[in-house]
């Protein structure tokens, strides 16, 4: 699992018009696929690819279940867990995904790395 610094994942996929954008969706899902031992879970180049082909409805389904699975990664941790899934889909829904990928991203950073 990789740490990577939010502001940053943000101003690439802007610099580079979205380009880093999917590789941080990939990259994001497969480490929270990871983190919560989910195995048979889609990876994030399918999650991707779904998303595009069904216009983002399945994004919003990748939303909800991406709280999900933090909530499951944290409980594994014994760290206290909140149900962020209505959070991500609502982020989701609104145009604000960045947001949402980024407080996910954040959710991953203190997993990997919990003193910081």
């Not at 195995?39 to 991406?66: D, E």
């Not at 206290?80 to 959710?107: D, W």
Request: proline share 3%.
């Amino acid at each position: 699992m990789q740490q990577r610094n939010i502001p940053l994942a943000v101003v690439l996929s802007i610099v580079t018009c979205g380009i880093y954008y999917i590789y941080w969706f990939i990259c994001v899902t497969n480490e929270m696929n990871q983190l919560s031992n989910q195995s048979g879970a889609p990876s994030g180049g399918l999650s991707f690819v779904l998303t595009v082909v069904t216009c983002n409805i399945y994004g919003l389904y990748w939303a909800f279940k991406m709280g999900e699975k933090v909530d499951q990664a944290k409980q594994q941790r014994n760290i206290p867990s909140s149900n962020n899934g209505i959070l991500y889909l609502v982020l989701h829904l609104v145009g604000l995904s960045f947001v949402t990928l980024a407080l996910i991203q954040n959710e991953i950073n203190s997993m990997v790395n919990p003193a910081a």
